[in-house]
């Protein structure tokens, strides 16, 4: 059953998209690829419910959080343990990532987001750069 979304929620998410930080925009240049690369359809500040949640894997129940220094504060802890406890009672888990992770280990971001999602083996092969002659045909042969 799809989970109802507050329509200032949507309006919420249209405005958010235009106001992207360093570490969420650094991220989503990598998720947008993420359709290609492994079949998988990223959303960026997708609208849940009353929230509004900065990239969503809806075909995993995933969502990504990008979290700035204001999200230590006690006041924002309790705010973002109250939303990742709703969303969870909505069947979504939360894999968090604060904006100094990013930047100092942006590969290892992405590959704790890829084993949530477990589609590693997915990912196409890199092409042969010498590749072996068409039709297997030996030489001197018509």
């Given amino acids: 059953?799809?989970?109802?979304?507050?329509?200032?929620?949507?309006?919420?998410?249209?405005?958010?998209?235009?106001a992207m930080t360093d570490g969420e925009r650094k991220l989503w240049a990598e998720l947008r690829q993420f359709r290609r690369w492994y079949g998988v359809h990223v959303r960026r500040r997708a609208p849940i419910g009353a929230y509004v949640v900065d990239f969503m894997i809806h075909a995993?129940?995933?969502?990504?959080?990008?979290?700035?220094?204001?999200?230590?504060?006690?006041?924002?802890l309790c705010r973002d343990k109250k939303r990742d406890d709703w969303l969870a009672s909505q069947g979504y888990r939360v894999l968090r990532s604060n904006t100094g992770?990013?930047?100092?280990?942006?590969?290892?971001?992405?590959?704790?987001i890829l084993c949530e999602l477990d589609v590693t083996a997915a990912r196409p092969a890199p092409p042969t750069l010498d590749p072996s002659p068409q039709g297997g045909e030996e030489e001197g042969r018509c």
């Avoid at 129940?61 to 924002?76: K, S, Y």
């Avoid at 992770?101 to 704790?112: A, K, P, R, V």
């Fill in 1 to 18: 059953m799809p989970t109802e979304i507050d329509p200032a929620a949507i309006s919420r998410a249209r405005k958010l998209r235009h």
């Fill in 101 to 112: 992770e990013i930047f100092e280990s942006f590969d290892g971001c992405i590959e704790q």
């Fill in 60 to 76: 995993h129940r995933l969502a990504i959080e990008v979290d700035g220094q204001h999200h230590f504060e006690p006041e924002r």
